[in-house]
T-cell receptor, first 119, second 115 residues
Framework: AQKITQTQPGMFVQEKEAVTLDCTYD???????LFWYKQPSSGEMIFLIY??????QNATEGRYSLNFQKARKSANLVISASQLGDSAMYFC????????????????FGKGTKLSVIP | EAGVAQSPRYKIIEKRQSVAFWCNPI?????LYWYQQILGQGPKLLIQ????????DSQLPKDRFSAERLKGVDSTLKIQPAKLEDSAVYLC?????????????FGPGTRLLVL
């Protein structure tokens, strides 16, 4: 079973509008972290926002916010006031605890959503 | 603060040849990761180092892939011999510590094409 599911292969949004990118996850861990990364065509993965499983408040970073619904196991990314530079692939990722005794915290990624911002 | 550095940025080889990638993490970051990203997919972890020790290499194809981080700083990932299905972007990332809330910072990646 997939641990991270991003159901939107591609999304379009008008410049200056808000857009929500969906992400659902599957884990039996009590403690985990959820991340969103942006990957422009240049290839580098750029960290956007983090939400811990015990955080009661939704995370926000500038124009990015994470709509965290723990019971539904969803962690949607909301981008407000879209800009042309927001056009990129967006990946949702989860970090669980591998109880290997060695402290490994593997980051598992979804397949991504390609966001295109229209002028 | 300098980010994660990787080289080369692009590499084209023929199948059965060998290739090596280099990564220099952010200064002071103890944990280093190598990911493989096949076109149209998210990155997949190949190996994780804590200082110069391997923490997790469960998804590394050990018959052809090897990696080392001898002095606990920079790292090399080698493929020998390469197969067509190894064509991908190889991403290096680092984090200060390996805890669950610690952010991983990625380098620009090396795009490998195997012909």
């Amino acid at each position: 079973a997939q641990k991270i599911t991003q159901t939107q292969p591609g999304m379009f949004v008008q410049e200056k509008e808000a857009v929500t990118l969906d992400c659902t996850y599957d884990t039996s861990d009590q403690s985990y972290g959820l991340f969103w990364y942006k990957q422009p065509s240049s290839g580098e993965m750029i960290f956007l926002i983090y939400q811990g499983s015990y955080d009661e408040q939704n995370a926000t970073e500038g124009r990015y916010s994470l709509n965290f619904q723990k019971a539904r196991k969803s962690a949607n990314l909301v981008i407000s006031a879209s800009q042309l530079g927001d056009s990129a692939m967006y990946f949702c990722a989860m970090r669980e605890t591998l109880y290997s005794g060695a402290g490994s915290y593997q980051l598992t990624f979804g397949k991504g959503t390609k966001l295109s911002v229209i002028p | 603060e300098a980010g994660v550095a990787q080289s080369p940025r692009y590499k084209i080889i023929e199948k059965r040849q060998s290739v090596a990638f280099w990564c220099n993490p952010i200064s002071g970051h103890a944990t280093l990761y190598w990911y493989q990203q096949i076109l149209g997919q998210g990155p997949k972890l190949l190996i994780q180092f804590q200082n110069n020790g391997v923490v997790d290499d469960s998804q590394l194809p050990k018959d052809r892939f090897s990696a080392e981080r001898l002095k606990g700083v920079d790292s090399t990932l080698k493929i020998q011999p390469a197969k067509l299905e190894d064509s991908a972007v190889y991403l290096c990332a680092s984090s200060l510590t390996p805890t669950s809330e610690e952010t991983q910072y990625f380098g620009p990646g090396t795009r490998l094409l195997v012909l």
